[in-house]
C-alpha cells in the first residue's frame, strides 16, 4: 500500500466533499468531470480505501469513514502548503549580527560606519551594544554577541583585526592640580585606561587617590576640564579645555593600547564576516 499525498489530489478530494459532487467540483479546480474522477480513483488507489459514496441518481457524494478520516488530515495538509508558499513568496527575514562596542568608543564616526554598512546591508539586521571591555568578553563567551570592539593591551589574544590607540595624559586647562597624591578621573574597575593609570603613577612612586568615577567618557572629560582630577585619556579624546602632560609635568609617556576586533567561541555567520570585513576595513 503507497500512502501518496499528492497535493493536488487531496485538493481535488476536499472539493468534491465540500461542493457534494464533481461537476462542482470539477469547476472549482478548473478540471473537467473525467478528470476529477480520475483523480479521486487513483487518490483512492493510493489510500487502498474508498473515500466516497456515490448516489447516481441524485448526482451528490458523501464521505466513507476513511474519507472522513483523510479529509481532516487533507485539509491540515493543503493549509500546510498554503501557508508555506506564502512565506516563500516574501523576502526572507534580515539575518542578525550582534555587536559589543566599548562604553568610550561609540562616537560619532562609528555610529556613522555602521548605519553605512545597516543601510548597504538591508538583508543584514545589525543590533549593537555598548560596555565595558571586560563585560563585552563576558557577553562574548556567552554567545550573546557575535563580534566585539574591546580596548586591551596590544597582543593580548587573538583577533580578527587591531588598531593601535593612542594614550595622554590630561587634566585641565586653566587650574593647576595637587600633585600628592594625583587625584585621577577615571573609568570604572576593569578599564584599561584606569588600570595603566594607577600602575604608571605607582611606579613613578607617588601616591594616588580615585577624585572621580565615570560610566561614560563626558563624564571624565568633564571632570578633567573642571578641575577635578587627571586622566589618561584617549588621543582622540580630548578636549580644548584639557591640557597635555609630559614628562617635564610628571607623567610619561604611556605606550599605545589596543582596540581589537574579536569573535566569540563559536563560528561566524556569513553576515557576521561580512560586518568584520568592512569594520577591518574601515575602522583603522
Known amino acids: 500500500m503507497s500512502f501518496g499525498f ?28 473525467s478528470t476529477v474522477s480520475q483523480q479521486i480513483k487513483k487518490l483512492e488507489l493510493n489510500i487502498g480505501s474508498a473515500l466516497l459514496r456515490r448516489d447516481k441518481s441524485s448526482g ?42 566599548p562604553e568610550d568608543f561609540a562616537g560619532r564616526r562609528l555610529i556613522d560606519l555602521l548605519s553605512g554598512f545597516s543601510a548597504a546591508s538591508p538583508h543584514i539586521r545589525l543590533d549593537t551594544v555598548s560596555g565595558w571591555s571586560t563585560e563585552l568578553r563576558r557577553q562574548l563567551d556567552a554567545g550573546e554577541i557575535d563580534l566585539a570592539l574591546i580596548k586591551r593591551e596590544p597582543g593580548n589574544g587573538q583577533c580578527l583585526a587591531s588598531w593601535k590607540e593612542k594614550l595622554v595624559w590630561v587634566q585641565c586647562a586653566t587650574r593647576s592640580i595637587e600633585a600628592d597624591p594625583v587625584p585621577l578621573a577615571v573609568f570604572p574597575v576593569g578599564c584599561i585606561y584606569r588600570d595603566r593609570a594607577i600602575r604608571a603613577i605607582e611606579q613613578s612612586g607617588r601616591r594616588w587617590r580615585i577624585a572621580y568615577t565615570s560610566q561614560g567618557l563626558i563624564g571624565v572629560q568633564a571632570a578633567v576640564a573642571s578641575g577635578l582630577g587627571i586622566s589618561l585619556l584617549p588621543s582622540d579624546a580630548v578636549l580644548s579645555e584639557h591640557r597635555q602632560l609630559g614628562p617635564a609635568d610628571g607623567f610619561d609617556d604611556q605606550p599605545a593600547s589596543e582596540i581589537a576586533l574579536v569573535k566569540g567561541r563559536a563560528s561566524l555567520s556569513k553576515e557576521a564576516k561580512s560586518l568584520g570585513g568592512f569594520l577591518a576595513n574601515n575602522l583603522g
Open 60 to 101: 451528490t457524494v458523501e464521505t466513507t469513514e476513511a474519507g472522513e478520516l483523510l479529509l481532516s488530515y487533507a485539509r491540515r495538509i493543503l493549509a500546510t502548503a498554503a501557508e508555506a508558499a506564502e512565506v516563500m513568496r516574501k523576502p526572507f527575514a534580515p539575518r542578525t549580527v550582534r555587536l559589543g562596542v
Open 6 to 33: 499528492d497535493l493536488d489530489l487531496l485538493k481535488t478530494f476536499a472539493a468534491v466533499v465540500d461542493c457534494g459532487g464533481f461537476t462542482k467540483a470539477a469547476e472549482r479546480v478548473h478540471l473537467t468531470q
